[in-house]
C-alpha cells in the first residue's frame, strides 16, 4: 500500500477564513512534507516533517501553519491567505527522513485544489 | 542555486511511437526518481534509480541514471494515449534534502 490520503480534494475559502488541509499515510513513513504547486508549474517544497517534528520551513509565509499531530497524520491549517495562495497543495511522505541514498522514494496524495477568493 | 533542466518542454507524438526525455543537473545526484502527473492530480512514482549507470524498467518506461550522475533519462515505448500528462524528473539535492523537481515534460499523444 502506498496510499497517500489528503483531504479534501477541493476548496472555495475567503480571505477571512480559516481552514485546514488534512493527509494521512499508513506506511510507518517517518517524513511528511507540504509542497504547493501553481498551475504548470513543478511541486515546489514548503515544509518538512521528519520524525514528527519540523525540520524545514522554506520561508513560508505565517498564514500556513502546519500540525503533525502523530506519526500518520499531517496538518496544514490556512488562515487569512491571499487569491494568489489558490493552487494545488500536496502532500507527500516517505520512509527515510531526508537519507540521499534509499528511502528517499515520495509518494504523493492526490492533492487539494485550493481557491482563495 | 538548484536547477533541474528538463527537456524537452513538451512534445506530440503519434500513437505508437517512443518517446525519450531527459534531465540534467549542475550537481551530482545521488538519487533519480522519474514521477508522472495527470491533471488535477498528485504525481505518481514511476521509477526510482540509485546507482550511476543503473538501467531500470517499469512495463514499456525504461530510465538510466548517467554515469556522471548529473543526468537521467526516461524512455517511454509504443505510447498509448494514456500516457499523456506531464513528466518529472526529481532529486534530493545534495543527496540529504527533500526533492527537487525539473519543470516537467508535457507529453501529448496523437491517436
Known amino acids: 500500500d502506498t496510499e497517500v490520503t489528503q483531504t479534501p480534494k477541493h476548496l472555495v475559502m475567503g480571505m477571512t477564513n480559516k481552514k485546514s488541509l488534512k493527509c494521512e499515510q499508513h506506511m510507518g513513513h517517518r517524513a511528511m512534507y ?7 508549474k513543478p511541486p515546489e517544497l514548503m515544509f518538512v516533517y521528519s520524525y514528527e517534528k519540523l525540520s524545514i520551513n522554506e520561508s513560508v509565509p505565517s498564514r500556513f501553519s502546519p500540525e503533525c499531530p502523530n506519526s500518520s497524520l499531517l496538518n496544514l491549517h490556512l488562515h487569512a491567505l491571499q487569491p494568489e495562495d489558490s493552487a494545488l497543495y500536496l502532500c507527500a511522505s516517505s520512509q527515510g527522513a531526508l537519507i540521499g541514498h534509499t528511502n528517499t522514494e515520495a509518494f504523493f496524495g492526490q492533492g487539494t485544489r485550493l481557491t482563495v477568493v | 542555486g538548484q536547477q533541474l533542466n528538463q527537456s524537452p518542454q513538451s512534445m506530440f507524438i503519434q500513437e505508437g511511437e517512443d518517446v525519450s526525455m531527459n534531465c540534467t543537473s549542475s550537481s551530482i545526484f545521488n538519487t533519480w526518481l522519474w514521477y508522472k502527473q495527470d491533471p488535477g492530480e498528485g504525481p505518481v512514482l514511476l521509477i526510482a534509480l540509485y546507482k550511476a549507470g543503473e538501467l531500470t524498467s517499469n512495463g514499456r518506461l525504461t530510465a538510466q541514471f548517467g554515469i556522471t550522475r548529473k543526468d537521467s533519462f526516461l524512455n517511454i515505448s509504443a505510447s498509448i494515449p494514456s500516457d499523456v500528462g506531464i513528466y518529472f524528473c526529481a532529486g534530493p539535492w545534495g543527496g540529504n534534502t527533500p526533492l527537487v ?11
Do not use: E, M
Request: proline share 0%; no cysteine.
Open chain 1, 34 to 40: 507540504w509542497y504547493k504547486q501553481k498551475a504548470k
Open chain 2, 101 to 111: 523537481f525539473g519543470k516537467g515534460t508535457r507529453l501529448s499523444v496523437i491517436a
